[in-house]
């Protein structure tokens, strides 16, 4: 875990904390609970109404079968049997009621000891209070009973005490409203939790950013090792944040050399004039040939400079990505041509320039810098090898698997194990008396083409002196490839 102590540029804006519904995360957990609380109260709403609907069906088919048997007794025998059988049913379980009454509303049989008096003047379905022969207090009971009206005046009561079935209606309201409030309770508090442990994760990657900006580029975003989207972010941001650091790094080192390698130049420029003033100054007449001179060594000196320039723009470009062109370039004519053109200098040298290539090594690339690239390798390679009978630089390109390599190497001192990192930078020079030419940047502009082109170049021991591989996947056989490609 990367521990974060940021230094805010801004105290006020560092120390800024923001309100409850101002949080982004908050208001979505809202948002969810406001679903959630949605859904809950249409579920038990629809359960509770569906619990009603059944249990009021069930219970009207039951008093529906009451009645048809009572029917069929009314039938048979009148209203004597009728008043017999709704005495007999009376006498069973206490929930099923029952009354019969004359044309003047007194009680001839059943368990039903009070009605209101407009339920027993009308017909049909009722849902009422009552009192059964059993209580001794007012109507505190309820019933749904079914009224009948029979020949004579004779009223028919059958029913069924609903008291159970309110009971249970009022407990699943009760349910409903405790899962309400603990639904709002619970949904609060996680909106809270959660508002608190992402703005935290969020206040430390915004403390990391604002002591970035205020100069630390060192510092990171924490990372908790849960592996989470947090950490995920946290780890593309300090990934890219080390990318900036490098950058930064490089560019400030880059600063630096330019600084320190253009100064040596620059000072020569600037005495060769000061001499050629002064002599004119003292009235000395200077010969054709000391003019020559002057001038010729302060074009070199200008050369120097505008090579090293070109060089720097050069590395700039490829590292941007920039003239990644797709030209098919066959790395062993490449070679053969790299070759003939440095064979005058290997040969005042006294150096043997020999080439080994393999054909059908074919690249997409820019063929441009990609010569100026196997160029350096050579100037390189001709520069601080062996000067003397043994002296040997040997050009090979080969096949290796998916990639093709070109390798320059020579028989010199080499470049040890622990520098060859350091070397690819640039303005980097192992040789401190520099008393070679060169600025330190051959294989830093080599290393850009390099990767510009989705390669790699590779630096090993060649036993002795220094193997220095151009590694670049060859191209691919596709149809109507004609390597025209665009810039």
Not at 2 to 22: E, I, M
Not at 131 to 148: G, L, Q
Not at 448 to 455: E, R, S
């Amino acid at each position: 875990m990367c521990s974060v102590n940021p230094k805010p540029t801004d105290p006020g804006r560092g120390q800024r904390r923001y309100g409850l519904f101002a949080s982004a995360a908050f208001r979505l957990s809202l948002v969810y609970l406001a679903v959630f609380a949605a859904f809950a109260a249409a579920l038990i709403a629809y359960m509770a109404w569906s619990t009603r609907v059944i249990l009021a069906d069930q219970s009207r088919e039951t008093i529906a079968a009451e009645v048809r048997g009572l029917g069929e007794q009314y039938a048979a025998g009148g209203i004597q049997q009728l008043v017999a059988a709704v005495a007999n049913r009376a006498e069973g379980p206490a929930n099923a009621l029952y009354l019969v009454t004359s044309f003047a509303g007194q009680s001839l049989a059943g368990n039903i000891a009070e009605l209101p008096v407009e339920t027993l003047r009308g017909d049909g379905f009722y849902q009422v209070p009552y009192r059964h022969v059993a209580d001794t207090d007012d109507m505190t009971r309820e019933a749904e009973v079914r009224v009948f009206r029979l020949a004579g005046g004779f009223v028919l009561v059958v029913g069924r005490d609903i008291g159970d079935r309110i009971a249970f209606e009022r407990i699943l309201t009760r349910a409903g409203l405790i899962a309400a409030a603990l639904t709002l309770l619970l949904g609060i508090a996680g909106g809270v939790y959660i508002r608190r442990r992402i703005l935290m994760r969020m206040d430390a990657m915004s403390d990391t950013a604002r002591a970035i900006m205020g100069g630390d580029l060192s510092n990171r975003v924490a990372v908790a090792g849960r592996g989470d989207e947090f950490d995920r972010l946290g780890d593309s941001l300090n990934a890219m944040l080390a990318r900036i650091e490098g950058l930064v790094r490089g560019m400030r080192e880059v600063t630096d050399n330019v600084a320190h390698d253009l100064k040596t130049p620059l000072t020569r420029l600037k005495a060769r004039a000061e001499d050629a003033l002064r002599a004119i100054d003292s009235g000395k007449r200077l010969s054709a040939a000391a003019r020559r001179a002057v001038l010729e060594e302060t074009i070199a000196e200008a050369d120097h400079l505008i090579s090293v320039f070109d060089a720097l723009l050069a590395i700039a470009k490829a590292e941007a990505g920039e003239g990644a062109r797709q030209d098919r370039v066959d790395l062993a004519a490449l070679a053969e041509v790299a070759a003939e053109l440095y064979a005058p200098l290997a040969e005042d040298a006294g150096i043997a320039l020999r080439v080994d290539a393999a054909p059908d090594c074919i690249v997409l690339a820019n063929q441009v810098l990609l010569a100026r690239a196997v160029s350096n390798l050579l100037e390189n390679a001709l520069t601080h090898g062996r000067r003397d009978a043994d002296a040997t630089v040997t050009v090979t390109v080969t096949r290796q698997g998916a990639d093709a390599l070109l390798t320059v190497a020579d028989n010199g001192p080499g470049i040890p194990p622990q520098d060859r990192a350091r070397v690819l930078q640039r303005f980097v020079r192992l040789e401190m008396s520099r008393t070679h030419p060169g600025s330190g940047l051959g294989l830093s502009l080599v290393n850009a083409v390099a990767h510009l082109h989705n390669g790699a170049l590779e630096l090993d021991d060649n036993a002795p002196g220094l193997r220095a591989g151009l590694r670049l996947p060859l191209a691919g056989e596709r149809a109507g490839d004609d390597g025209s490609g665009g810039a």
